[in-house]
């Protein structure tokens, strides 16, 4: 995958995971929800971690430096060039 579609994909597991968390804090106890909320997360870290081993730190809390503090260089992922388009 390139950098946008990886992205895109982390966006979309995240959301989802979000939103199954929000389900869940009304229905605890709903083991379909637990079970594909575990299944999203995991699957987002290994995008997660796809992501940051070929281009960088997507924040700089959850990111190891393997050499320079790399979290400073541009553009940063907050800022309208760095985002893919929708």
Known sequence: MNRDELLRRLTA???VAVD?????????HCEE??????EIVMEADKCRQMYETSF???CS?????????SWAN?????QETF???L
């Open 13 to 15: 597991l995240d959301f």
């Open 20 to 28: 199954l968390g929000l389900y869940l804090n009304t229905h605890p």
């Open 33 to 38: 929800a637990i079970t594909k909320y575990n």
């Open 56 to 58: 960088g730190p997507l």
């Open 61 to 69: 809390f959850r990111s190891v430096s393997r050499k320079a503090w």
């Open 74 to 78: 541009n553009p940063w992922p907050w």
């Open 83 to 85: 985002n893919f388009e």
